[in-house]
């Protein structure tokens, strides 16, 4: 048995997933299949920095190590976002004095001390008196005191030096622009074009931003919500109801808000998002240290435990992979935390502190009996047999005690499905009767060591097969160690 196949075999053996960003530090595919083999599950593409072609070779990196391994990996290509940013400056650079007056105009003039251009003229309409800017990611604070359509002048609540094109937040507006720039729809584009498995659309502020994204997607693809926006946090559960997973980005959330407020909001948005069965993940900073040093803070391990705890289906990595010192070593890290967290006696019990009782209906039902006798009696595995994810994601749900083998003949499903909380997700063909599921269900499980001789399985499908929605079938196998006598592929 070569190396490949006997990491091919091995299940990762923890529930939450890592999901890590690929930039310089990383892109290389040496250093991607590091990545994979010390525990990443799944890969971020991040499309504000970069061109399509590193994009394209990354991309191609990274199946071509899912092939060699045998494992479906999940890429999630980011976008941009629309970004609000000052002009330029005359020196390049200018310094705004604590409780000096500063506007923002519509002039394209460099500007100086007092002033510099806003290109950005839909929000001279939006911004009024005791509204904030907040510029460079929060270390400038400017407070508007007189609007127009022309200027908007302020006092700074905090100075600093002010340097051309840096970005601006406005957290007391709704902003009324679209959640996709140019840019962006030919990011889109590529991503879709490259075989993008999720998409994370930025600075999501209204249900109707994701409209445009799907349109543009064609029906391929996932689509993740960012959720870095107040106007987001207050109309939630629609962008929930109209994604297909939530991202909890925590770093310009961090900036619109007071940093006190971010904690409590984080498990709001992960317990909303699990209560809908859809993939959530937590967002930036997670170990940012690490970027420089070979060890992590004890708040930042802190920090990833409480995500686990909290039930998260995926932690992140942002710069720690993509431009860090020690992308491999940051990976480890969060598999360590992971593992840790998930030996924990009193872990079982945090994680479903949030109930999520089952939707009237029978998938949700069974979904919940498995959860039940997982619990119960000494199970390897839930077999999860699907044509969509769908099933997979009612079970995951529930957390159940034991991994989820997801069986699914869609290389797509089974790279999404990549994403989602103790879902181990295997390609396999279409299945055509009981007999061929409850045979084929046992097999995967011993090859991809989800069992010995005697174990017990639970496998949950629907019958008859190949018909989405229809589950309705749970049932208790046993192992015998004969089953890959007789098939050993």
């Not at 530090?25 to 991040?46: C, E, I, K, Q, Y």
């Not at 679209?178 to 889109?188: I, Q, S, V």
């Not at 997973?245 to 498990?267: C, F, H």
Request: contains cysteine.
């Amino acid at each position: 048995m070569t190396k490949a196949d006997a990491f091919k075999l091995a299940p990762r053996g923890r529930k939450v997933k890592i999901l890590a960003t690929v930039g310089p530090a990383s892109s290389d595919p040496a250093t991607l299949r590091r990545l994979l083999r010390a525990g990443a599950d799944a890969f971020r593409v991040n499309l504000s920095h970069g061109d399509h072609a590193t994009h394209a070779a990354t991309i191609a990196s990274i199946r071509a190590i899912e092939k060699e391994h045998g494992r479906p990996i999940a890429i999630l290509c980011d976008l941009q976002g629309p970004k609000l940013r000052v002009g330029s400056f005359a020196d390049g650079r200018a310094v705004i004095a604590h409780g000096a007056r500063f506007t923002l105009d519509s002039d394209p003039k460099p500007g100086d001390a007092t002033r510099v251009q806003l290109p950005h003229p839909e929000l001279f309409k939006v911004l009024h008196e005791g509204q904030r800017l907040l510029i460079n990611d929060g270390k400038i604070r400017l407070k508007v005191v007189e609007a127009n359509e022309q200027s908007i002048v302020c006092t700074a609540q905090v100075g600093g030096v002010i340097s051309d094109r840096k970005g601006v937040n406005v957290p007391d507006a709704e902003v009324p622009i679209p959640a996709l720039t140019e840019k962006d729809r030919r990011d889109l584009a590529f991503a879709m074009e490259h075989g993008a498995d999720w998409i994370g659309l930025s600075f999501v502020q209204r249900p109707e931003d994701l409209t445009e994204a799907r349109e543009l997607m064609g029906g391929q693809g996932s689509l993740c919500a960012k959720i870095e926006k107040p106007q987001a946090v207050q109309r939630l559960d629609e962008i929930i109801a109209l994604s297909d997973g939530i991202m909890v980005a925590r770093g310009d959330l961090g900036v619109e808000l007071n940093p006190e407020e971010v904690p409590p909001l984080q498990k709001k948005i992960v317990n909303a998002t699990r209560l809908s069965g859809k993939p959530v993940i937590v967002a930036t900073q997670m170990l940012e240290s690490m970027i420089e040093s070979p060890a992590p803070t004890r708040a930042e391990v802190s920090d990833v435990a409480n995500a686990v705890y909290d039930g998260a289906d995926v932690v992140m990595l942002s710069a720690e992979t993509a431009a860090g010192q020690w992308p491999e070593e940051a990976v480890l890290m969060m598999d360590a935390i992971a593992r840790q967290v998930e030996r924990d006696e009193g872990y079982k019990q945090r994680v479903r502190l949030l109930e999520t009782p089952p939707d009237a209906t029978i998938a949700d039902a069974l979904s919940h009996a498995c959860m039940t006798i997982a619990d119960t009696v000494s199970i390897g595995a839930i077999v999860v047999f699907t044509s969509t994810g769908g099933s997979a994601r009612r079970v995951a749900r529930e957390r159940p005690s034991v991994p989820v083998m997801v069986l699914t003949p869609s290389v797509k499903v089974a790279r999404r499905v990549a994403l989602l909380w103790g879902a181990h997700p295997i390609t396999t063909k279409d299945i055509g009767s009981f007999e061929e599921m409850i045979a084929k269900g046992k097999r995967m499980a011993l090859r991809h060591g989800f069992g010995t001789k005697g174990s017990k399985l639970l496998v949950m499908a629907g019958v008859p097969f190949g018909q989405s929605g229809a589950t309705n079938l749970l049932h208790v196998v046993t192992l015998t160690g004969e089953e890959l006598k007789h098939h050993p592929h």
